[in-house]
């Protein structure tokens, strides 16, 4: 099913990331050209916000859709509406204050992630963002060369990334270059969080001093963007080109969401949908 040509606007809200869509509403099905639009912008823009959409569960997961596959977590809370829409309340699950990515105990890591509002804080509550691909063209051409033979070592148990699960000690673990070339744009990144165990392909010693320089370089105010919420907001962003930080500045309050992750479509059914 397909609807008209929708009219819309793409709100720059960032010198480097972010943009706001204005005029389109993901309740309600979204024909081709708009769809290809909107990948189009997500590409260039990495974080979109779509203001005011109250999706449902279904809502969320086709609004997903939309930019990737949604993917079915093997360990995360499921919505009872919908499997592939997972719950979280920070009152109960916890609170996501570090600069992290998403998925890194699986290989590729996930696409994109998504959150559908329902209560925020009064005041405060706001995420960052930051452009780990601005991050890394600003590096000199020799620290490039010496991280391309460089790569991180992470937990590759998914339970130890579930909501309210406590961890449990690092067993099997994963690697991903601190360097990502982008599956769909190409361009190279930085790839790195700060669930980090150690780096390879340098000295322990080194491996320290490397990491916590990436570490502090990609969260550098001058590679991110903040978005506050209202209830009903729903945002996406490239997984694979940022990284980001849910502020913690609202003490108790309320912080009530849904998210659906999305993973790269097999390659003959990614090429249908962007025909």
């Given at each position: 099913m397909t609807t008209a040509t929708t009219a819309h606007?793409?709100?720059r809200v960032g010198p480097r990331i972010g943009a706001e869509v204005i005029g389109v509403d993901l309740t309600r099905p979204v024909d081709e050209?708009?769809?290809?639009?909107?990948r189009e912008a997500f590409e260039g823009h990495k974080v979109l916000v779509f203001r005011n959409q109250h999706l449902t569960p279904d809502q969320h997961v086709e609004a997903v859709r939309i930019f990737a596959e949604p993917f079915d977590h093997p360990t995360a809370v499921k919505d009872?509406?919908?499997?592939?829409?997972?719950?979280?309340?920070?009152?109960q699950t916890g609170k996501a204050s570090q600069w992290h990515i998403g998925g890194l105990w699986r290989s590729p890591v996930f696409a994109i992630e998504s959150l559908t509002y329902e209560e925020v804080p009064e005041l405060g509550g706001h995420t960052l963002w930051a452009d780990l691909q601005a991050?890394?063209?600003?590096?000199s051409e020799p620290f490039k060369v010496l991280l391309a033979s460089v790569s991180a070592a992470y937990d590759a148990d998914p339970q130890n990334y579930a909501q309210g699960k406590r961890r449990t000690a690092v067993g099997e673990t994963v690697e991903h270059p601190v360097v990502l070339e982008h599956p769909v744009t190409g361009r190279k990144g930085l790839f790195i969080s700060t669930s980090a165990l150690r780096l390879t392909g340098?000295?322990?010693d080194e491996g320290k001093v490397l990491l916590d320089h990436l570490l502090r370089h990609a969260s550098s105010p001058d590679y991110t963007i903040r978005f506050g919420w209202d209830p009903g907001d729903f945002v996406l962003w490239d997984n694979q080109a940022t990284w980001h930080y849910a502020v913690d500045d609202y003490g108790d309050g309320a912080r009530v969401y849904r998210?659906?992750?999305?993973v790269e479509r097999p390659q003959a059914e990614a090429a249908s949908s962007s025909a």
């Open positions: 606007e793409i709100r050209k708009t769809a290809d639009a909107l009872a509406a919908n499997p592939l829409v997972y719950p979280y309340n920070v009152r991050a890394y063209d600003d590096l340098v000295t322990p998210k659906v992750i999305g």
